[in-house]
Each structure stands twice: as structure tokens, then as C-alpha cells.
């Protein structure tokens, strides 16, 4: 949905140098036709297996996005105490809510009992007695998957692998195990397993390995739900690479059918990575550098994790093409978008877009070197419609600061 005519960007019908214009830099823009392929694109994956998928609200949480998420069907995974609570008031249906995270505190599983969400997922055995303590204490019942560590490895960059042996996530499974054979409790009932492996995956074979791995568990308990995690990758790079879901469905899905009555999927990259770009502002030009006007704090992904996102002129020059460097205003080396980026030589001022920001962007942002985090913008065929308020640099140095 991001298109060039006369060598202009535009977002569905809106030129994108209008929306920097009238908003100013940085600047995210999303999309809406783009999240509705995408979500209909994964709803066909799983289309005729009982399924829950629950958007992971980490990769993107502004409320105008979760809204038009939650109209097209789908429930929501979270993370935390926040996520439950921005679900809840976005109007995801608590059944169709799911709450996994290795490091929950009593008062965020107390909200979760509370309102009764659809399920837990628990990442050790002592969570699971915490669990089962304020559900008594509250009196009421709840639901947990156990999130099964199956020590495989997907094939992805290593900071985002999340099911190796050596990761903090889930439960071993000689533990899961043990628990499975001897838990009991009148308030807590396990009825799901859950497998998160990692993410930007491109491949159904590291899914079918996993689930796999814990199949032995399904001869000591009867489950209802099999949660396989998120995890599919999107083409960064832009040369038509897709993650394989005929193989996943005729294999995974397939297979997962014969164990259990509903397979959940917690996909948040797949839906809104490619809806989203970050447009930024030339500042200055010097040897190979650009400096634009977004940094580090706005937009994270390549100085965590070295992740190359495409950038390209907004509107396209007549120019030179070079090689260029992009970087951030912020005081760090590693504020850079990446080197050789083959752009038309940009005046002061020109746009420029990072392509395929909308998951992990905004979510990750942060308020570094004093920088307030950007403005959020939603198109809608000929429509664009500010969803967040870039933040207001007086509201952020002070707050919460006491007198
Ligand atoms: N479910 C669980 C339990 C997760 O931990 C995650 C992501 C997801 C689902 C969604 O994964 P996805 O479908 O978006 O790949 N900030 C990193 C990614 C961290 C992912 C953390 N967990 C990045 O920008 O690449």
C-alpha cells in the first residue's frame, strides 16, 4: 500500500510528503489497507482449523490501530499488566485475550483473574503456585497454558530466538512434565500448552520441530488449546521473501487438528511491520552521511538487533544516485540506520522513509537524549488522521519529577 506514482511515495492515496508536511518529522505512517491484507492473508492460513488469532500488541499499540485489529475478528496476546489493560479498553472481549510474560507481578495476574481473560500462559512452576494462590485468594477460576521451552532453534537472528535451552522463556520440559502429572487446584486448570520460538522466522520446519518435542505431554493431559506463538517473518529486504504457510498449514496446523479443539497464534510482525514507515528529515550531508531527523529513540531496530531496513527519497530526485549513510541526531555511534543505502543525492530538508517500520517502531521508542517520540498517522484511501500526538517535549522533561 506503499506505492510510487511520478516518483512520489504515497501511502494508499495521500502523498506522503503532504503528511510530513502538514505533521512534521519524524513521523510514522501506517496504513490501513495494509493491516487489513495482512490480517486476511493469516485468517485464510488458518481458516478452516478452530483457531484464536491474537494480534501481539508489543509490535504495535496505539488504540486506533488495536480498534480496527479487534473489528476484523482478532484477540489480542499481551505482556503485561498495561497490554491487558489497553486490550481491555480497546474492546478486545477478555475471551479473547491471552496473557504470557516470564516476569508477571501479583498485581498484573490479579487483573488478569479479575477480568477474567482467556488464558495465562505460565513460564515456571513457581508462577503457576503464584498464580494459584491470588486465584484463591480472589476466588476465581482461571485458565493457564504452559509455556513449554522445547529447545530448538528457528533460524533467526539470535537476539530474537526465544526457545534455545539457554533462553529465560518457558518451562523445561522434564518440569512440564512434573507438573503436568501431579498439579491440581480448584482454581487454576491447565488446559493449554503454549510455544513461542522466536521471531522473523521464515520457515514451518522449526514450528513442527517444537511441537514435536512436547507431543508426549498430550498423553498426560487433555488439553483444549495449543498456542504456537508468532514469529512469521516479513520481507525487510524486499526481494519477495514470505514465510512458508503452506507448509506450516499442511504440516503444523495439519498435524496439531489430531492433538487439540483450538490452535492459537500470536502473530504482531506479520500484521503490522510492512503497514508502517518512519519519514524523516534531512538535516545534514557530510562525506558519505546523511543525518536525519529520526534517531535511535525513535526507531530502535537497527541499533539493537543490526536490522536493515530499506530507506528511500519521498520524492525522487533527478539527481545523482550514491551510496550513502544514514544516522540519527542521537549522541551514540550506533545511532545509524545502515550504510550503503543507494539514494539520489538529497537537499536539506527532503523526506525520507524507512520502509517497514510498523512493528517494533513506536512500541520501542523511547525518550533518549531528551527527544520526545514521534507523532502517529493513519491513511485511509484519500483520508490521513493523526492517531498519536507527537509528544510534547515540556510534558516529558518533567514528568514525573516532584518538587
Ligand atoms: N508471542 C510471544 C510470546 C512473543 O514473545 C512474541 C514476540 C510474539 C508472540 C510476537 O512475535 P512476532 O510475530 O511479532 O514475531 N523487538 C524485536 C522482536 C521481539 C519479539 C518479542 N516477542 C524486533 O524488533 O525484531
Same mark, same amino acid.
Given at each position: /500500500?506503499?506505492?510510487? +506514482?511520478?516518483?512520489?511515495?504515497?501511502?494508499?492515496?495521500? !502523498?506522503?510528503?503532504?503528511?510530513?508536511?502538514?505533521?512534521?518529522?519524524?513521523?510514522?505512517?501506517?496504513?490501513? &489497507?495494509?493491516?487489513?491484507?495482512? *490480517?486476511?492473508?493469516?485468517?485464510?492460513?488458518?481458516?478452516?482449523? @478452530?483457531?484464536?488469532?491474537?494480534?501481539?500488541? !508489543?509490535?504495535?499499540?496505539?488504540?486506533?490501530?488495536?480498534?480496527?485489529? +479487534?473489528?476484523?475478528?482478532?484477540? &489480542?496476546?499481551?505482556?503485561?499488566?498495561?497490554?491487558?489493560?489497553?486490550?481491555?479498553?480497546?474492546?478486545?472481549?477478555?475471551?479473547?485475550?491471552?496473557?504470557?510474560?516470564?516476569?508477571?507481578?501479583?498485581?498484573?495476574?490479579? %487483573?488478569?483473574? #479479575?477480568?477474567?481473560? !482467556?488464558?495465562?500462559?505460565? #513460564?515456571?512452576?513457581? =508462577?503457576?503456585?503464584?498464580?494459584?494462590?491470588? &486465584?484463591?485468594?480472589?476466588?476465581?477460576?482461571?485458565?493457564?497454558?504452559?509455556? *513449554?521451552? @522445547?529447545?530448538?532453534?528457528?533460524?533467526?537472528?539470535?537476539?530474537?530466538?526465544?526457545?534455545?535451552?539457554?533462553?529465560?522463556?518457558?518451562?523445561?520440559?522434564?518440569?512440564?512434565?512434573? *507438573?503436568?502429572?501431579?498439579?491440581?487446584?480448584?482454581?487454576?486448570?491447565?488446559?493449554?500448552?503454549?510455544?513461542?520460538?522466536?521471531?522473523?522466522?521464515?520457515?514451518?520446519?522449526?514450528?513442527?520441530?517444537?511441537?514435536?518435542?512436547? #507431543?508426549?505431554?498430550?498423553?498426560? +493431559?487433555?488439553?483444549?488449546?495449543?498456542?504456537?506463538?508468532?514469529?512469521?517473518?516479513?520481507?525487510?529486504?524486499?526481494?519477495?521473501?514470505?514465510?512458508?504457510?503452506?507448509?506450516?498449514?499442511?504440516?503444523?496446523? !495439519?498435524?496439531?487438528?489430531?492433538?487439540?479443539?483450538?490452535?492459537?497464534?500470536?502473530?504482531?510482525?506479520?500484521?503490522?511491520?510492512?503497514?508502517?514507515? %518512519?519519514?524523516?528529515?534531512?538535516?545534514?550531508?557530510?562525506?558519505?552521511?546523511?543525518?536525519?531527523?529520526?534517531? /535511535?529513540?525513535?526507531?530502535?531496530?537497527? &541499533?539493537?538487533?543490526?536490522?536493515?531496513?530499506?530507506?528511500?527519497?519521498?520524492?525522487?530526485?533527478?539527481?545523482?544516485?550514491? /551510496?550513502?549513510?544514514?544516522?540519527?541526531?542521537?549522541?551514540?555511534?550506533?545511532?545509524?540506520?545502515?550504510?550503503?543505502?543507494?539514494? =539520489?543525492? @538529497?537537499?536539506?530538508?527532503?523526506?525520507?522513509?524507512?520502509?517497514?517500520?510498523?512493528?517494533?517502531? /513506536?512500541?520501542?521508542?523511547?525518550?533518549?537524549?531528551?527527544?520526545?517520540?514521534?507523532?502517529?498517522?493513519?491513511?485511509?484511501?484519500?483520508?490521513?488522521?493523526?492517531?498519536?500526538?507527537? #509528544?510534547?517535549?515540556?510534558?516529558?522533561?518533567?514528568?514525573?519529577?516532584?518538587?
Amino acid at each position: /500500500m506503499f506505492v510510487w +506514482r511520478n516518483g512520489e511515495l504515497f501511502c494508499e492515496n495521500v !502523498k506522503v510528503s503532504d503528511i510530513a508536511k502538514h505533521f512534521d518529522t519524524p513521523l510514522y505512517v501506517y496504513s490501513k &489497507a495494509e493491516i487489513l491484507k495482512r *490480517i486476511g492473508q493469516i485468517k485464510s492460513v488458518f481458516g478452516d482449523t @478452530p483457531h484464536l488469532i491474537a494480534y501481539s500488541l !508489543k509490535a504495535n499499540n496505539n488504540p486506533h490501530i488495536l480498534r480496527i485489529i +479487534r473489528e476484523s475478528g482478532l484477540g &489480542a496476546d499481551t505482556v503485561s499488566g498495561g497490554e491487558v489493560k489497553l486490550a481491555l479498553e480497546t474492546g478486545f472481549l477478555p475471551s479473547k485475550v491471552v496473557f504470557a510474560g516470564v516476569g508477571k507481578r501479583e498485581d498484573e495476574i490479579e %487483573l488478569a483473574i #479479575e477480568r477474567g481473560i !482467556k488464558l495465562l500462559n505460565i #513460564e515456571s512452576e513457581e =508462577e503457576l503456585n503464584v498464580v494459584e494462590n491470588i &486465584a484463591g485468594r480472589v476466588r476465581k477460576k482461571i485458565h493457564v497454558a504452559l509455556r *513449554i521451552n @522445547p529447545d530448538v532453534s528457528p533460524k533467526t537472528i539470535d537476539k530474537i530466538a526465544t526457545a534455545k535451552k539457554t533462553s529465560k522463556f518457558g518451562i523445561d520440559l522434564e518440569k512440564a512434565e512434573k *507438573i503436568l502429572k501431579t498439579f491440581t487446584s480448584r482454581w487454576v486448570t491447565i488446559t493449554g500448552l503454549h510455544v513461542h520460538i522466536g521471531s522473523q522466522i521464515f520457515e514451518w520446519e522449526p514450528y513442527m520441530e517444537a511441537v514435536k518435542k512436547v #507431543e508426549h505431554l498430550f498423553s498426560l +493431559r487433555e488439553f483444549s488449546t495449543f498456542d504456537v506463538g508468532g514469529g512469521f517473518g516479513v520481507d525487510y529486504e524486499g526481494i519477495g521473501r514470505e514465510f512458508d504457510f503452506s507448509g506450516f498449514k499442511i504440516n503444523v496446523l !495439519k498435524y496439531l487438528k489430531n492433538y487439540v479443539e483450538e490452535v492459537i497464534t500470536e502473530p504482531g510482525r506479520f500484521i503490522i511491520a510492512k503497514a508502517g514507515i %518512519l519519514v524523516t528529515k534531512v538535516l545534514y550531508r557530510k562525506r558519505d552521511f546523511i543525518i536525519v531527523d529520526a534517531g /535511535m529513540n525513535d526507531f530502535s531496530r537497527p &541499533a539493537y538487533y543490526g536490522a536493515r531496513h530499506r530507506i528511500v527519497n519521498v520524492v525522487k530526485r533527478s539527481g545523482d544516485i550514491g /551510496m550513502f549513510s544514514v544516522g540519527g541526531p542521537v549522541c551514540e555511534s550506533t545511532d545509524v540506520f545502515g550504510r550503503n543505502f543507494e539514494l =539520489e543525492l @538529497p537537499e536539506r530538508g527532503d523526506f525520507l522513509a524507512i520502509m517497514d517500520t510498523g512493528a517494533y517502531g /513506536m512500541t520501542m521508542a523511547s525518550n533518549y537524549n531528551a527527544r520526545p517520540r514521534p507523532a502517529e498517522v493513519l491513511c485511509d484511501g484519500n483520508r490521513y488522521t493523526l492517531i498519536r500526538k507527537r #509528544e510534547d517535549l515540556n510534558e516529558i522533561l518533567w514528568r514525573g519529577i516532584p518538587d
